[in-house]
């Protein structure tokens, strides 16, 4: 049996018992919990005491949504991971404006729901997922999208960090400065903006636009 299959049976076995630790595992499945990263098997630690703690009604209606899961296409899936993966990384302030937007988005009537709907269904793929950068980054998207397109995954956070930084003018002069710059400067031009401090930021692109 492949690693990856065993890993599997080894969550629902953890989650169906509320087994509290490896050391509860059945014989054929000691071997896989040594796969585990420490912190993998704390957490699915933590998932099973929870799951101990529910009732049954609650563990049905876990299981119903985990089957409607199940359901959903490959591609779905793999959206709303993203959507949530996106969501964790949003500061917490960001989270409170999309929570606030969310409810008033519930207030709207049906009609008003469906055709705000309907426009962000039509905007490009690349700029709806833009919007999982949150309410600031998401508005500027589409036009620092060629400095944000190759961004080393071990650079991404600093990056963003970096733009939630910025003041709106300066995200707008970075803009600017973005589609001036040729494709094969861009990288020289992302490692430049993350190597310039926060006081000294304003300052440098006002000197790089009047180049």
Not at 25 to 40: E, S
């Amino acid at each position: 049996m492949r690693r990856r299959h065993r890993a599997a049976l080894l969550v629902g076995a953890l989650l169906a018992g509320g087994w509290a630790g490896a050391q509860a595992l059945p014989d054929d499945l000691q071997d896989v919990a040594a796969l585990l990263q420490p912190l993998q098997r704390a957490a699915l630690q933590t998932h099973a005491r929870i799951w101990s703690t529910w009732s049954a009604a609650q563990r049905a209606a876990f299981t119903a949504r985990a089957d409607a899961w199940d359901r959903l296409p490959p591609s779905e899936r793999g959206e709303r991971r993203a959507d949530w993966q996106a969501w964790r990384e949003l500061p917490q302030d960001e989270q409170a404006r999309v929570r606030a937007a969310a409810a008033q988005y519930a207030a709207m009537d049906v009609t008003t729901r469906q055709a705000l709907r309907t426009e962000f269904d039509t905007l490009d793929l690349s700029e709806r997922h833009g919007w999982r950068l949150g309410p600031v980054l998401g508005a500027d998207y589409p036009r620092l999208q060629p400095l944000l397109a190759q961004v080393p995954p071990d650079e991404r956070v600093d990056l963003l960090r970096t733009l939630r930084a910025m003041t709106a003018e300066d995200r707008d002069r970075l803009a600017v400065l973005v589609q001036r710059t040729p494709p094969q400067s861009r990288e020289a031009l992302r490692r430049d903006l993350m190597s310039t401090s926060d006081a000294n930021r304003a300052a440098w692109l006002m000197l790089r636009l009047e180049r």
